[in-house]
């Protein structure tokens, strides 16, 4: 089992950074590929970036490519988003999940843990 809680979220103007923390519970978070996902009302929840168990191998959706980061740092049982260059259309519940298996996984029905979600908003 494992349990995940988001932190960071916030309201942020167009064009500002923010940097979401996912953290874990347990001893077994390196066994874990990671992701963070995101939702707004009415639409489905996407992918936005994810990463392998040892951090190598990351992916990340076409619109925030060269705007998001996605890191983990296993000592700390804890994945980062940075987000820089923020538009409003990210506004959004922004979510961490855990995945057993290797690689940077791109699917939410591959994913076995979820946090309650962080809100990120970007005024224009």
């Known amino acids: 089992q494992v349990q995940l809680v988001e932190s960071g979220g916030g309201l942020v103007q167009a064009g500002g950074s923010l940097r979401l923390s996912c953290a874990a519970s347990g001893r077994t978070f390196s066994t874990y590929g990671m992701g963070w996902f995101r939702q707004t009302p009415g639409k489905e929840r996407e992918i936005v970036a994810a990463?392998?168990?040892?951090?190598?191998?990351?992916y990340y959706a076409d619109f925030v490519k060269g705007r998001f980061t996605i890191s983990r740092d296993n000592a700390k049982n804890t994945v980062y988003l940075q987000m820089s260059s923020l538009k409003p259309e990210d506004t959004a519940v922004y979510y961490c999940?855990?995945?057993?298996?290797?690689?940077?996984?791109?699917?939410?029905?591959?994913?076995?843990?979820w946090g309650q979600g962080t809100q990120v908003t970007v005024s224009s």
């Open positions: 999940a855990a995945a057993s298996g290797v690689g940077a996984k791109k699917r939410e029905h591959e994913y076995d843990y």
């Open positions: 990463i392998s168990r040892s951090g190598i191998i990351t």
